[in-house]
Nanobody, 121 residues
Framework: QVQLVESGGGLVQAGGSLRLSCATS???????VGWFRQAPGKEREFVAR????????YVADSVKGRFTISKDNAKNTVDLQMNSLKPEDAAVYYC???????????????WGQGTQVTVSS
């Protein structure tokens, strides 16, 4: 059974950094893991994704150069390092898993509960 649990959210000043972690269980070689975010009143937005097995990563243009997705094999986590945070990055951040390497949230079958990121200006 696939389970995803996010952690690492919190309050940070603009320009600061946070590292989110998605603890995973039940994933196999064929899965992709993505990070999405949703701000109040807005649609869920793709942030980054990578294959569970490792390898090439893909990040949204809105966060390119500031956010990095990576896998910690020892901990079985997929992490999102967020630098140079802006107030518009504030949202609930979710990790998700699915078979397709896509930016479309509807293609991801499994979701964590989310972790709140707040960025003060």
């Amino acid at each position: 059974q696939v389970q995803l649990v996010e952690s690492g959210g919190g309050l940070v000043q603009a320009g600061g950094s946070l590292r989110l972690s998605c603890a995973t269980s039940g994933l196999t070689f064929y899965y992709n893991v993505g990070w999405f975010r949703q701000a109040p009143g807005k649609e869920r937005e793709f942030v980054a994704r990578m294959p569970w097995s490792g390898g090439s990563t893909y990040v949204a243009d809105s966060v390119k150069g500031r956010f990095t997705i990576s896998k910690d094999n020892a901990k079985n986590t997929v992490d999102l390092q967020m630098n140079s945070l802006k107030p518009e990055d504030a949202a609930v951040y979710y990790c998700a898993a699915g078979f397709r390497a896509t930016t479309r949230s509807t293609e991801y079958a499994y979701w964590g509960q989310g972790t709140q990121v707040t960025v003060s200006s």
